[in-house]
T-cell receptor, first 114, second 115 residues
């Protein structure tokens, strides 16, 4: 199936540092989403992006929908210990046969040291 | 509270046995999905259902079966034909598959271990 390349695979940072992660694809997506998964739980939506070039913030989180529609970025500012978890990007091709089907990246494992 | 309930949370199975994972939602969502999660591989779509009595294969449907007899329920059966069934299974739902919002609501997952 279609692949999203998410990087980095893992990050080890100190509390207070900023974090950046990104997702790239060889295909165009019309919607980009960022999810966070806590250990042993299901992913929870952080930010949804629906327009190329869109920049959206949710508290300390900021995400951007790339102009080419083939990439997206997530930044976390001033990290805190509860930011620990796995962050997934997901893309949706759009209307028609894709419906609600999402393609997920491999995930970025974030560890924050106090 | 509205949400998605998966059960059991942990399940152990012997090789050659079928096992059924339950997924129930009270969000009144039309669409439901099953994903499989393996370390380092993200989430892969097994089956999805856009409406009651209809379901479609995802990217890795072999060795799995589903049913959608009720709007609230979308059980997944992991059959003995699934060659590597040990994984974390996630059920999700969305308002409708015909509205392109992309947002999925996930359950807490079921971890299946084959002994």
């Amino acid at each position: 199936g279609q692949q999203l390349n998410q990087s980095p695979q893992s990050m080890f940072i100190q509390e207070g540092e900023d974090v950046s992660m990104n997702c790239t694809s060889s295909s165009i997506f019309n919607t980009w989403l960022w999810y966070k998964q806590d250990p042993g739980e299901g992913p929870v939506l952080l930010i949804a992006l629906y327009k190329a070039g869109e920049l959206t913030s949710n508290g300390r989180l900021t995400a951007q929908f790339g102009i080419t529609r083939k990439d997206s970025f997530l930044n976390i500012s001033a990290s805190i210990p509860s930011d620990v978890g796995i962050y997934f990007c997901a893309g949706q091709r759009g209307r028609g046969t894709s419906y609600g089907k999402l393609t997920f990246g491999q995930g970025t494992i974030l560890t924050v040291h106090p | 509270d509205g949400g998605i309930t998966q059960s059991p949370k942990y399940l152990f199975r012997k090789e050659g046995q079928n096992v059924t994972l339950s997924c129930e939602q009270n969000l009144n969502h039309d669409a439901m999905y099953w994903y499989r999660q393996d370390p380092g591989q993200g989430l892969r779509l097994i089956y999805y259902s856009q409406i009651v009595n209809d379901f479609q294969k995802g990217d890795i449907a072999e060795g799995y079966s589903v049913s959608r007899e009720k709007k609230e329920s979308f059980p997944l059966t992991v059959t003995s034909a699934q060659k590597n069934p040990t994984a974390f299974y996630l059920c999700a739902s969305s308002v409708t598959a015909f509205r392109v919002t992309g947002e999925l609501f996930f359950g807490e997952g079921s971890r299946l271990t084959v002994l």
